[in-house]
C-alpha cells in the first residue's frame, strides 16, 4: 500500500510560480509511474503531467512549457514546478501512483484516472487575478 502526501499548494497571484512536492511511503517509489492530477471545482479530474519510472514525462497542453514535473527516488518524492501560474490554473492538486503497462500509449492520449492505484488527498492552488 503506497501512501502519498501532497504539500507546497497556497494561494498566489497570477503569473507567480509555485512548487508541489508529492512524498510515498513505499519504498519501492522508483518503481512507480508518478503523475499529477487536478480537479476544479464544478469539473471533473483531468490530468496535469505524468513521470515514468525510468524518466519520460509527458504533460496536458495546458501546462506543457509551464510546468516541469520531476522525481527524487532517493527521497521518495516527485514534484511538480509551476511558473507563469494562470488564474485557471486554480484547483486541487492530486498525486497518483500507479504501474501501467500502457505507457508507449500516453504519446498519443492522456493518462487516465483509472490507471493509477494510489492518490493523495490533494493539495489547493489558487491563483488570483
Known amino acids: 500500500q503506497v501512501q502519498l502526501v501532497e504539500s507546497g499548494g497556497g494561494l498566489v497571484q497570477a503569473g507567480v510560480s509555485l512548487r508541489l512536492s508529492c512524498a510515498a511511503s513505499?519504498?519501492?517509489?522508483?518503481?512507480?509511474?508518478m503523475a499529477w492530477f487536478r480537479q476544479a471545482p464544478g469539473k471533473a479530474r483531468e490530468f496535469v503531467a505524468v513521470?515514468?519510472?525510468?524518466?519520460?514525462?509527458y504533460y496536458a497542453d495546458s501546462v506543457k512549457d509551464r510546468f516541469t514535473i520531476s522525481r527524487d527516488n532517493a527521497k521518495n518524492t516527485m514534484y511538480l514546478q509551476m511558473n507563469s501560474l494562470k488564474p485557471e490554473d486554480t484547483a486541487v492538486y492530486f498525486c497518483?501512483?500507479?504501474?501501467?503497462?500502457?505507457?508507449?500509449?500516453?504519446?498519443?492520449?492522456?493518462?487516465?484516472?483509472?490507471?493509477?492505484?494510489?492518490w493523495g488527498q490533494g493539495t489547493q492552488v489558487t491563483v488570483s487575478s
Open positions: 513505499e519504498r519501492t517509489f522508483s518503481s512507480y509511474h
Open positions: 497518483a501512483a500507479g504501474s501501467s503497462s500502457s505507457v508507449g500509449s500516453w504519446h498519443f492520449r492522456a493518462p487516465g484516472i483509472n490507471e493509477f492505484s494510489y
Open positions: 513521470i515514468t519510472w525510468s524518466g519520460g514525462t
